[in-house]
């Protein structure tokens, strides 16, 4: 069993920085791969990164590509998600999930996940 809980969310400006947290507690946690999602209202949960639990290898959605950059620490528990350059259409609830699966960029994919924590960017 694992548990998730985000930090970080709140209101920035076009053009800010934010950086998410997401610490874990329970069994295991450097065997998780760590995902990051995000969800508007109305809308399907997207794939906006994920970090492997081996190697550290990172993926980015395309849409994030080159502004959003993932870590993880496995000493503190935690996963990061820094996000650069913000966009108003950025705006969304965040969530980390946690997933032993190979294939990382579907909901699907996690067995945990945390409560969400909303970034709100004003243009």
């Known amino acids: 069993q694992v548990q998730l809980v985000e930090s970080g969310g709140g209101l920035v400006q076009a053009g800010d920085s934010r950086r998410l947290s997401c610490v874990a507690s329970?069994?295991?946690?450097?065997?998780?791969?760590i995902g990051w999602f995000r969800q508007t209202p109305g809308k399907e949960r997207e794939f906006v990164g994920a970090?492997?639990?081996?190697?550290?290898?990172?993926y980015i959605g395309d849409s994030m590509k080159g502004r959003f950059t993932i870590s993880r620490d496995n000493a503190k528990n935690t996963v990061y998600l820094q996000m650069n350059s913000l966009k108003p259409e950025d705006t969304a609830v965040y969530y980390c999930?946690?997933?032993?699966?190979?294939?990382?960029?579907?909901?699907?994919?996690?067995?945990?996940w945390g409560q969400g924590t909303q970034v709100t960017v004003s243009s």
């Open positions: 970090i492997r639990s081996s190697v550290g290898t990172v």
């Open positions: 999930g946690a997933s032993i699966m190979v294939s990382l960029n579907k909901i699907g994919d996690y067995q945990y």
């Open positions: 329970g069994r295991a946690f450097s065997s998780y791969s």
